[in-house]
């Protein structure tokens, strides 16, 4: 089924599709008149040997023609507009639609497809829609038309047409059969090539790393030759078409000939007329050849149509309440009342029952082993991921009950990968807060211990920031992070095992500095350091999924083991001793 949604798109292009629409005809028209004058002059040129009428037909036979050619190049003008214009405006649609997605629809459909149907498939649809525009409307009236004119002028030879007709339609049915069903493949295929080769370029050093471009390539070569194979095979039977087509053309040219000559014997047929015949079921016959090339790209646009759609139509489920709550700011209190959380498609639970509170001018710490749910926890707060049991709170209102913009405004999120975009430094650290002040980008680089390193960059400030932050450090890359963070002034900050990457002296100075400029804010850091948590106002312990420990550094070291076992393996012996009295 085609989803004919899409064409919604085509909309705001009705005028240009309705002149698109005249030009098509004064084409049709020109076409349809031309033999018919040059039967005339046949005919009776050759009677009378009478120039001035030759002279007269010629003359409107050369102004038609202009007329029929200046309607085309108007056709081909308007159909490309209006297919180029289309593909943005579904482009944009797709885009916008993408970037309304949660965490929840990305996983479904994955970064390459969705690249594949922002870009091949728009493309797919844009070359068969600018073909239709030129065909479609035309090929059924010159059709009729013409197949009209044809029997009108000699009615015993219809029958060539016919079977010409119907040995196209019969072999483009068969082609249709056998070539249908690879377009999908086609252009999963697509998808899967654009995988592998993000996949490689992504992890390229690994894969030097590791010598495995042998392994990588085949990889490649293999997703590679699967598509071309496809291709090929497509190809080769649209290929085969034309000459196929050819071959009944000119079959049905000769059988006209020999009839029509036989009937010019016979004195049942004018010379003029034969040859407009000819012209006229040439014409016929290439429509219907039209419509049934129309049938196989249908088939193909309908299958990038339907992609486009299942992503057009995929309501994201992280949405904004009807009626949202405005929450006063009152310093980003985080209360998590028994959440639950399971991730979509995984039938166990990763969070179970988890309930706490993290108080503004606090610093809250979590700290357990890899993928006990850390990051889990502080992902839900921003609602990239929404709640399976239970509540997240922010300032006292439920995470679902507020616009997502007003939650987000107050929360000063670092990823556990820190991500940069290119630019300069200042553009990334005002990222969140376009319009923050000179002194503020430098108090937030300052804060995140960040001015060390900008100040040794020849343009300081506006030193140029690679794709994706690939010219910093992973430290630096953190760093500007953390500013990207303060930059905005936010109520909460979420500090997703940000300080990973700093030194342990680094590390310290940043928490000093972000003590101060956080008071009276709600500060939670996910850590595997104890060090970096040991000054928390409360520690949360986390094990596989569940909290196993709350309180301070000291208290935890007596009543929790998992977080003594933890401390016990990373901080000296003497300093555990000292803790502990
Ligand atoms: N997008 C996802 N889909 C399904 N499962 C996920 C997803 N992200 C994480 N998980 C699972 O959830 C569990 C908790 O992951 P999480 O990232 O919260 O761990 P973490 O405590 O932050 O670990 P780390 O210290 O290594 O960052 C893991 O077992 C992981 O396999
Ligand atoms: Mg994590």
Redesign the pocket.
Same mark, same amino acid.
């Given at each position: 089924m085609i989803r004919t949604k899409i064409l919604k798109y085509l909309s705001p292009y009705i005028w240009p599709l309705l002149l698109m629409t005249v030009f098509i005809y004064c084409q049709a028209s020109a076409n349809l008149a031309l033999p018919d004058f040059m039967a005339k002059i046949i005919n009776e040129g050759i009677i009378d040997k009478n120039t001035e009428t030759i002279f007269h037909y010629g003359l409107i036979m050369m102004l038609i023609a202009v007329g029929g050619g200046l309607a085309t190049v108007g056709v081909n003008y308007l159909s490309s507009k209006i297919g180029t214009g289309f593909a943005k405006d579904l482009r944009n649609a797709i885009f916008t639609k993408i970037e309304s997605f949660s965490?929840v629809e990305f996983?479904k459909f994955s970064t390459a497809s969705l690249i594949t149907r922002t870009t091949n498939d728009v493309q797919q649809i844009q070359m068969v829609l600018t073909m239709l525009f030129r065909l479609a409307f035309m090929a059924p009236i010159v059709g009729v038309l013409a197949t009209l004119k044809a029997y009108r002028l000699a009615p015993s030879m219809t029958w060539i047409m016919g079977v010409a007709v119907i040995t196209l339609i019969s072999i483009i049915a068969l082609i249709f059969k056998i070539v249908t069903p690879k377009f999908t493949r086609l252009q999963k295929l697509l998808d899967k090539l654009n995988l592998v080769t993000r996949e490689i370029l992504g992890g390229l050093r690994v894969i030097k790393a590791f010598n495995k471009e042998k392994h990588e390539e085949e990889k490649f070569n293999k997703t590679n030759k699967d598509l071309t194979q496809l291709n090929i095979f497509v190809g080769r039977l649209m290929m085969l078409l034309q000459p196929v087509m050819m071959l009944i053309l000119n079959f049905m040219m000769i059988a006209i000939v020999w009839f029509g000559a036989h009937q010019i014997g016979l004195g049942n047929l004018q010379v003029g007329n034969m040859l407009a015949f000819l012209q006229y079921s040439m014409q016929a016959v290439s429509a219907f050849l039209m419509i049934s090339i129309i049938f196989i790209a249908i088939p193909r646009a309908s299958v990038s149509a339907n992609r486009i759609a299942e992503v057009l139509e995929t309501d994201t489920q992280i949405k904004d309440p009807l009626q949202p709550v405005k929450a006063p700011r009152k310093g980003g209190k985080v209360e998590f009342k028994n959440v639950t959380f399971a991730?979509p498609e995984?039938t166990e639970p990763?969070l179970h029952n988890i309930s706490f509170i993290a108080l503004p001018g606090q610093t809250t710490a979590f700290i357990?082993s @890899?993928?006990?749910?850390?990051? @889990?926890i502080l992902n839900l707060i921003p609602r990239f991921y929404d709640v399976t049991e239970g509540q997240v709170l922010v300032d006292d209102v439920d995470v679902r009950d507020m616009k997502q913009r007003d939650l987000r405004a107050r929360i000063g999120y670092v990823s556990?990968k820190a991500m940069l975009f290119s630019g300069t430094i200042k553009e990334n650290i005002t990222y969140g807060n376009p319009n923050a002040t000179e002194a503020k980008i430098f108090g937030a680089a300052a804060t995140a211990q960040a001015l060390e390193f900008i100040k040794e960059l020849e343009q300081k400030f506006d030193s140029s920031v690679a794709q994706a932050g690939s010219n910093f450090s992973g430290g630096q890359k953190q760093r500007l992070a953390i500013a990207r963070a303060l930059a905005k002034n936010p109520e909460l900050y979420l500090f997703d095992?940000s300080f990973s990457a700093l030194d342990f002296k680094t590390d310290a100075a940043l928490r000093r500095a972000l003590k101060k400029e956080a008071k009276g804010k709600t500060i939670l850091i996910?850590t595997?350091r104890v060090g970096t948590i040991m000054d928390a106002d409360k520690i949360i312990v986390?094990d596989a999924g569940k909290i196993v420990g709350e309180g301070t550094h000291k208290e935890l070291l007596s009543t929790c083991e998992i977080y003594r076992e933890i401390a016990t393996s990373q901080l000296p012996p003497e300093k555990l001793v000292e803790d502990l009295t």
């Open positions: 965490l996983n991730y995984a990763v357990g @890899t993928g006990s749910g850390k990051s @889990t556990q095992d996910v595997q986390i």
